[in-house]
């Protein structure tokens, strides 16, 4: 059985690579919401607020705010595979914090001062799947690496 090595020689667990692949992909959708054309509406790209026009993909409503949240959510993922423990609480944590993120779009008005992020509907479903995601992999991953005993010998 193949496993990957990290820089201190030892193997990743299930629950550390997972802590990497949900960092890499807040690091990369960070990244992709300040550039022009992924980001439609690029021009309209405000700090903070409902005011920000700006959408990921075309879809998905971004604030300058809302795109370091994410680089900042990329960085701590990266980091907190160094270990098990802290992949785990990265993931449950995260995924806590992102259903609450979720709730917190449901119950307020889209064109209020109280939408700073921005959120749209599509990020309120996208922060549901995230929460419940990140959730399950923290929960369900192993925290060990598997390991094969060769019983030919």
């Known amino acids: 059985m193949s496993t990957r090595v990290g820089r201190t020689g030892s193997a990743r667990s299930p629950i550390q690579l997972a802590s990497l692949a949900v960092g890499a992909v807040f690091l990369l959708v960070g990244i992709l919401g300040f550039i022009p054309g992924i980001t439609t509406d690029y ?16 879809v998905f409503a971004v604030s300058v705010l809302h795109n370091i949240v994410h680089l900042v959510f990329g960085v701590l993922g990266l980091l907190a595979a160094a270990s098990a423990a802290t992949a785990r609480t990265f993931l449950i944590g995260g995924g806590v914090v992102y259903l609450v993120l979720w709730l917190y779009g449901l119950l307020i ?12 509907d599509a990020d309120n ?3 549901l799947g995230l ?15 598997a390991t094969t005993v060769d019983r030919r010998r």
């Open 109 to 120: 008005d889209e064109h209020s001062d109280a939408n700073f992020v921005p959120l749209n």
């Open 43 to 58: 021009d309209h790209l405000q700090w903070a607020g409902h005011e920000s026009h700006a959408k990921l993909f075309g």
């Open 131 to 145: 929460g419940l995601g990140m959730i399950a992999l923290g929960a369900l991953l192993p925290r060990t690496v």
């Open 125 to 127: 479903w996208l922060h």
